[in-house]
Nanobody, 119 residues
């Protein structure tokens, strides 16, 4: 069974930075896509960013318009971890952030980590 464990959330002031980590219980080589969603109470879960891997072309990334230029996703295969670097944080980035990973027809989820942007 795959386990994804997020960490790195917390309280930060507007304009600040946080780095979220998503550690997988095994190798992430088998995941063709990994990424992050976020959710605010009472709203649908929103896709923030995805990193996909193709054998011939390497990694590619996609971002929601609301985070482009501020957030960066990366993966470290040696550490079986995906990271989300979040800069220039805004109050509207406040949410629970969930890591996910896709393998074949299955999607796996982490338990979520709270990010609060407030002064």
């Amino acid at each position: 069974q795959v386990q994804l464990v997020e960490s790195g959330g917390g309280l930060v002031q507007p304009g600040g930075s946080l780095r979220l980590s998503c550690a997988a219980s095994g190798s992430i080589f088998s995941f063709y896509a990994m990424g992050w969603y976020r959710q605010v109470p009472g709203k649908q879960r929103e896709l923030v960013t995805t990193i996909t891997t193709a054998i011939t072309s390497g990694d590619s990334t996609n971002y929601a318009d609301s985070v482009k230029g501020r957030f960066t996703i990366s993966r470290d295969n040696a550490k079986n971890t995906v990271y989300l670097q979040m800069n220039s944080l805004k109050p509207e980035d406040t949410a629970v952030y969930y890591c996910y990973a896709d393998r074949a027809i299955s999607r796996f989820w982490g338990q979520g980590t709270q990010v609060t942007v407030s002064s």
